[in-house]
């Protein structure tokens, strides 16, 4: 079955800085490659997504890269502000299984 | 009007006990989702229902039963609770699978806690 894996576990930065998380995968017919945040006791919230025909695809202060050939993709955040604080999950899915396989969570901290 | 809602909130119960957790989408989606995160954070697939229909069982154990009456509820019963059952159960929702790939929605999350 599918495996992602997250790096890093936590990653502290200062306010206005830019954070990078990257996962990789296993499953090369993966094709959807979402991330979530999730605030302390709430629920996991897509923030953006990419599917595979897409290289990279940009929200805002948000974008998200794929590299379908060496399977990876990574998150960037710019200009960071406290209220990024928050656990940051990759996932990955693919046609007909109907159910995210989640890398394993990147705690962000922002220092004011 | 909340998308997915899941009840309760918090289940606090002894080993050995009987619980149910109750998951609830007013979304029109045709796919259903049980998640577990555990306390390091991680969050597996347990369940997926499409249109009441068992899609995937991710090797949980045979204590654990989805049952889901209509495509808008899908329940999550525990029989002969265990410590190591203890986690937050997310229910999620997401529109008919186009082969793609579809946002999911989560529920707020039970957390239950076996004592």
């Known amino acids: 079955g599918e495996n992602v894996e997250q790096h890093p576990s936590t990653l502290s930065v200062q306010e206005g800085d830019s954070a990078v998380i990257k996962c990789t995968y296993s499953?090369?017919?993966?094709?959807?490659f979402p991330w979530y945040k999730q605030e302390l006791g709430k629920r996991p919230q897509l923030i953006i997504d990419?599917?595979?025909?897409?290289g990279e695809k940009k929200d805002q202060r948000i974008a998200v890269t794929l590299n379908k050939t060496a399977k990876h993709f990574s998150l960037h955040i710019t200009e960071t502000q406290p209220e990024d604080s928050a656990v940051y999950f990759c996932?990955?899915?693919?046609?007909?299984?109907?159910?995210?396989?989640f890398g394993s969570g990147t705690r962000l901290q922002v220092q004011p | 009007d909340t998308a997915v809602s899941q009840t309760p909130k918090y289940l606090v119960t002894q080993m050995g006990n009987d619980k149910s957790i109750k998951c609830e989408q007013n979304?029109?989606?045709?796919?259903m989702y049980w998640y577990k995160q555990d306390s390091k954070k991680f969050l597996k697939i347990m369940f997926s229902?499409?249109?009441?229909?068992l899609i995937i069982n991710e090797t949980v154990p045979n204590r654990f039963s989805p049952k889901s009456p209509d495509k808008a509820h899908l329940n999550l019963h525990i029989n002969s609770l265990e410590l190591g059952d203890s986690a937050v159960y997310f229910c999620?929702?997401?529109?008919?699978?186009w082969g793609v790939g579809n946002i999911q929605y989560f529920g707020a999350g039970t957390r239950l806690s076996v004592l």
């Open positions: 990419i599917r595979s025909n897409v």
């Open positions: 996932a990955a899915a693919k046609a007909g299984r109907r159910a995210l396989t």
């Open positions: 499953d090369s017919a993966s094709n959807y």
């Open positions: 999620a929702s997401s529109p008919t699978w």
């Open positions: 979304l029109g989606h045709d796919t």
């Open positions: 229902y499409n249109n009441k229909e």
